[in-house]
């Protein structure tokens, strides 16, 4: 059974950091585009950024700041935060992507992360 | 990177058919068959409906239907039900090696 669980949100001050978490089981990790959507209170869905391999891409809007990696030994997908934003108050969620295809099929619970002082 | 056009809200009885669009440009939408979408009940993560344009993933229903024409993609749903009462959120790939989100569109069921 194909399974993402998320970890590592939380409260966090204005201009701090936070890494969040996706543990994956039950598929070959590797072989999968890997991605970061978030979603703030009340509000739709953000594609934030995606790794396979070394290849990632990121929304422009947050370039710089936030890092996504992956460790396939783990079975592991993070993503790093940096000066964070009120504004990036949301439900982080991990999911992957069938290779060649746009089916992100399955979705994490999210991990909510509140940027708040 | 703008988000995908969407209506904010459709509404249709219970049988009926309704479709919700979704509009983007030449470099998403109209530029590659990567259109997605996504149903999301409150307090729940999203769930894949309909990817590539037109394709249903195993177990979903086949009232759910989608179509592209153009810079404009559509997702019907047929015989609504109940259970349908839920936002919908469209996505597609980018010439820019990125994804972008439609911005939702909450369906009411009557």
């Known amino acids: 059974e194909v399974q993402l669980v998320e970890s590592g949100g939380g409260l966090v001050q204005p201009g701090g950091s936070l890494r969040v978490s996706c543990a994956a089981s039950?598929?070959?990790?590797?072989?999968?585009?890997m991605s970061w959507v978030r979603q703030a209170p009340g509000k739709g869905l953000e594609w934030v950024a995606n790794i396979k391999g070394d290849e990632k891409h990121y929304v422009d809007s947050l370039k710089g700041r936030f890092s996504i990696s992956r460790d396939n030994a783990k079975n592991s997908l993070y993503l790093q935060m940096n000066s964070l934003r009120v504004e990036d108050t949301a439900v982080y969620y991990c999911?992957?992507?069938?290779?060649?295809?746009?089916?992100?099929?399955?979705w994490g619970q999210g991990a909510l992360v509140t940027v708040s002082s | 990177q703008s988000a995908l056009t969407q209506s904010a809200s459709v509404s249709g009885s219970p049988g009926q058919s309704i479709a919700i669009s979704c509009t983007g440009t030449?470099?998403?939408?109209?530029?590659?068959?990567?259109v997605s979408w996504y149903q999301q009940h409150p307090g729940k993560a999203p769930k894949l409906m309909i990817y590539d344009v037109s394709n249903r993933p195993s177990g979903v229903s086949n009232r759910f239907s989608g179509s592209k024409s153009g810079n404009t993609a559509s997702l019907t749903i047929s015989g609504l039900q109940a259970e349908d009462e839920a936002d919908y959120y469209c996505s597609s790939y980018t010439s820019s090696s990125t994804w972008v989100f439609g911005g939702g569109t909450k369906l009411t069921v009557l």
């Open positions: 039950g598929f070959t990790f590797s072989s999968y585009w």
């Open positions: 030449s470099s998403d939408v109209g530029g590659y068959n990567y």
């Open positions: 999911t992957r992507r069938l290779p060649g295809t746009s089916s992100r099929d399955y």
